[in-house]
Nanobody, 132 residues
Framework: QVRLTESGGGSVQAGGSLRLSCATSGYTYIFYCMGWFRQAPGKEREGIATFYSAGGGSTYYADSVKGRFTISSRDNAKNTLDLQMNSLKPEDTAMYYC???????????????????????WGQGTQVTVSS
C-alpha cells in the first residue's frame, strides 16, 4: 500500500523560507510523477510543482510559485520529494499535500500535470502559514 507523509510545515513571516518533505513507502516504482499541491480555505486544490522521475527529472511550476519554490528528489530510489519555498508570501498560506502518480508517461521531456484529479495517492498534508 502506497503511503505518503508530508513534513516541514509551520508558521513563518513573509519573506521567510520553509522546506517541505514528502516521504513515501509501500512502492518501488522507477517511473512516476510526484507533485506538490496546496489548498487554502474556500479555494480549490492547486497544483504548484511536479517532478517526473524519468531521465534527469523534469519539473513544472505554477506561475504563482515560479522562481520562489524548487521541487527536488533527494534520491530517486528512495522516492523522497522536497519542496524548498523561499520568499514566502501571505497568499502562500494553505495546507500543502504531496501526491504520486505511478507509471511511464514518456521520455525525460514529459512534464507531469498539475491536475490533482490525475493523482491517485495522497498524503495527509502539512500546514503552512505565512504572516505579513
Amino acid at each position: 500500500q502506497v503511503r505518503l507523509t508530508e513534513s516541514g510545515g509551520g508558521s513563518v513571516q513573509a519573506g521567510g523560507s520553509l522546506r517541505l518533505s514528502c516521504a513515501t513507502s509501500g512502492y518501488t516504482y522507477i517511473f512516476y510523477c510526484m507533485g506538490w499541491f496546496r489548498q487554502a480555505p474556500g479555494k480549490e486544490r492547486e497544483g504548484i510543482a511536479t517532478f517526473y522521475s524519468a531521465g534527469g527529472g523534469s519539473t513544472y511550476y505554477a506561475d504563482s510559485v515560479k522562481g520562489r519554490f524548487t521541487i527536488s528528489s533527494r534520491d530517486n530510489a528512495k522516492n523522497t520529494l522536497d519542496l524548498q519555498m523561499n520568499s514566502l508570501k501571505p497568499e502562500d498560506t494553505a495546507m500543502y499535500y504531496c501526491a504520486v502518480r505511478t507509471g511511464w508517461f514518456g521520455d525525460s521531456a514529459y512534464l507531469c500535470p498539475a491536475n490533482a484529479n490525475l493523482y491517485a495517492d495522497w498524503g495527509q498534508g502539512t500546514q503552512v502559514t505565512v504572516s505579513s
